[in-house]
């Protein structure tokens, strides 16, 4: 698995052509488990931030909600998107991540 932070908004630089020579691919449910976030930077002139998370993949993307005036912000939700890849276990595809 790859996991970046950014501070800013970042454009999705998944390699689109890392599986082209491939004539089958399988839809996997990509889940991703938000729990907490611990001493976030303030964001606002009140000391306090309104975060939220975005997960891109595969030029997907997904929001989380947005957790406001905390910088402790418990999310407990889990996001989900299907992202469609060579099936596990075929030989022929190395994965770079």
Do not use: W
Not at 4 to 33: N, R
Not at 36 to 51: C, I, K, Q, V, W
Not at 56 to 78: A, D, H, W
């Amino acid at each position: 698995m790859r996991i970046k932070l950014y501070s800013t908004d970042a454009e999705d630089d998944f390699p689109t052509d890392l599986f082209k020579s491939l004539d089958e691919y399988t839809d996997y449910l990509l889940q991703i488990h938000l729990y907490m976030g611990r001493s976030l930077p303030p964001a606002d002139e009140t000391g306090a931030a309104d975060p939220f998370i975005i997960a891109r993949c595969q030029g997907k993307k997904v929001k989380s909600s947005i957790k406001y005036e905390t910088l402790n912000p418990g999310f407990f939700e889990t996001l989900e998107m299907v992202v469609s890849l060579p099936p596990v276990g075929n030989k022929n595809v190395s994965y770079p991540f």
